[in-house]
């Protein structure tokens, strides 16, 4: 696979992807799996792994955390 913005390289990498919640909680997931471009490390990540994110995201909002991080290892 071509990075879709510079064509570069994609190799196996992690990214963090941060989320925005009722437009004032930041929540941070951390060591997402994700394709990332050796040349402008632009992050690319598969829809099973999102939608993992989003559960994640999903149980931090009803945990009440209002910004911080998560580690996707932990927490998937
Ligand atoms: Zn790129």
Redesign the pocket.
């Known amino acids: 696979m ?7 390289k ?1 190799v196996t990498g992690k990214t963090n992807l941060p989320y925005e919640l009722d437009g004032e909680k930041i929540i941070v997931v951390r060591n997402v799996p994700a394709l990332v ?6 992050a690319f990540v598969e829809i099973d792994v999102l939608r993992k994110v989003e559960k994640i995201i999903d149980r931090a909002g009803r945990d009440g955390i209002t910004m911080g991080f998560v580690e996707y290892e932990k927490a998937a």
């Open positions: 071509r990075c879709p913005l510079c064509k570069g994609m471009c050796a040349q402008c490390g632009d």
